[in-house]
């Protein structure tokens, strides 16, 4: 039970970033949702369903990812002991911050919502301060040349076609 309720918080923050704020703007009215079903509005459902699952299954994959290999989770005060570098990491340094992200897009393109929309650039301009500020250099300091290395070779945003393999 210790363990779980430890991993468990990994889900609070994207919880309240895909689900809790999403479902306050759609309910307060942040949304353009059309009253009949046409074409368009059938696709743009679909399509941002579509972008909504492939983002649900990336952070699921990448907190696994958290608990299996870094023994630790997405909190702060249980971080990672171990830096991840594999799987999902090999590609893009932050695949979890882009896994809400691209939820949040798939939420503003499914409920048609611009406040959604905007959510998803805040909380990326927001993660983009915070891990130049903070993250980065924390990081640093806990694993030294190994993150460094794989700072210089993997980048923070946009995923690498081929995934990056430490040398050794």
Not at 18 to 26: F, N, R, T
Not at 39 to 48: C, F, P, Q, T
Not at 67 to 94: C, E, F, K, Q, S
């Amino acid at each position: 039970m210790k363990n779980f309720l430890r991993y468990a918080s990994s889900f609070i923050a994207p919880i309240v970033m895909c689900l809790l704020l999403p479902y306050w703007i759609v309910r307060s009215g942040g949304h353009t949702i059309a009253g009949s079903l046409q074409d368009a509005a059938v696709l743009r459902l679909l399509a941002g369903g579509a972008v909504t699952a492939v983002g649900l299954t990336l952070f699921v994959l990448t907190v696994r990812m958290f608990i299996l290999i870094g023994r630790g989770t997405i909190m702060p005060w249980d971080p990672t002991r171990h830096l991840i570098t594999g799987g999902l990491y090999a590609h893009v340094r932050n695949p979890m911050i882009l896994s809400v992200l691209i939820v949040l897009l798939g939420e503003a393109l499914l409920f048609a919502s611009s406040w959604i929309a905007l959510e998803a650039g805040l909380f990326f301009v927001i993660n983009s301060l915070y891990f130049g500020y903070s993250e980065e250099p924390g990081l640093e300091k806990r694993f030294g040349e190994e993150y460094k290395e794989y700072k210089k070779h993997v980048p923070r945003w946009i995923p690498r076609r081929t995934p990056w393999k430490p040398r050794g």
